[in-house]
C-alpha cells in the first residue's frame, strides 16, 4: 500500500535529479526573482536550449531589472531576436519600467500583484510567485499540462481540459514547496514523460498514474483537429548599394514585428512599405522559391526580390547598413531567411 503521495514522491526525485538551468538559483540559495520573471518570459513558446545562452545574454547587458528598464527600445528587441513573438520583448520592456518605477526595481510578491504588470499573465504571475517568492501559487505549463493529464486520466481535449488539468494540479501542490514542485513538474515533463514516448520505467510517480495504469499514456492529453492556417503573400526587397550596403527598415512600434527591422516589404502585414522602393531599381530578380514562415495565426509565403543601385537617400523609416553588419541588427526570423534567400540566390 502507497503511504506517501505523489508530490512527496516526486519532490524527492527532484531533489536528486533537478536540472541545471542558469535562471535557477542553487539548492539552498535564494531565488532572483528577476531572473526567474525574465527565463519565464523568454521561454513561453521558446526551448531551453534556445533561451539558456540568450538568457546569459541578456544578463551581461542588463544585469538587473532597473538597467533593463533603462534600455533603449531598438536595443532589446535586436537582442530578442530569434526568439520570437515579440510583442513578448515589447512587454518585457514595459514590465521592467513599470517595476523601476512603481517598484523601487523591486518585483512585487504575489500571484495577485504580479498579475498587474504589464505582458504577465495568470501563468507567469504565478510561476514567479512560486519560485522566487515561495509563494502557495500553481504555474501550469505544456509540461506540467501533459504530466497531470496523464496522472489523472483526463481525457477531455485541450484547450477545454485547462481548467481541470489547472484544477487538479492545485489540488496535489504542496503548499510548502510549491516553487520546487512546478520545477520538479516541468523537469519531469522535459525528462521522462515526453509527449509521444513517455519513459514511465524512469517515473518517480508511476505509480500514481492512472494513465500508464491504462496503458495509454502516450495518448494524452488529448488535443482538439488544429485549424488551418491561412495563407498570406507578400514582397521583401532587397535594394543593394554599389559600396556593399543593403537597405533596411525599422517596422512601426505597434503590431506584427513592431519596431523590429526588416528588408522593405508589403502586402502581408498591416505595416505597409513605401511604394517608392519599388522605384528605386530600375530592375528587380525574383528568387525562387519564395521564403516560407509560419507565424503563429497564419502562413506567409514571401517572394524576395533583388536589385542594385548606385546611390539613393534612403526613403522615410529606412536606412542603409553594410550587408556584413546584419548579423548584429537583431532580424527577425522571416527576415533571416529573406536576407539569407537574397545572398544565396544573388
Known sequence: MM?????KAL????????????WRAHPGAAANPYHVWLSEVMLQQTTVAAVAPRFQRFLDRWPTVSDLAAAPDEDVMAEWAGLGYYARARNLLKCARVVAADHSG?????ETELATLPGIGGYTAAAVAAIAFGQNATPVDGNIERVTARLFHINTPLPAAKPEIKARAVSITPPDRAGDFAQAMMDLGATICLPRQPRCLACPIQAFCQAHKAGIA???PKKAPKKIKPLRQGRAYWLERADGQVLLRRRKPKGLLGAMVELP??????????ASIAKLATEWIAVTPPVTHVFTHFRLELSVFCGRIHDAAPPEDCFWRPVDQLGDIGLPSVMQKAAKAAIMGD
Do not use: N
Open 3 to 7: 503511504t506517501e503521495s505523489p508530490a
Open 11 to 22: 519532490l524527492d526525485w527532484y531533489d536528486v535529479s533537478r536540472r541545471d538551468l542558469p
Open 106 to 110: 523591486q518585483f512585487p510578491s504575489t
Open 218 to 220: 502516450a495518448d494524452l
Open 265 to 274: 516589404s508589403f502586402g502581408w502585414s498591416d505595416d505597409e512599405a513605401p
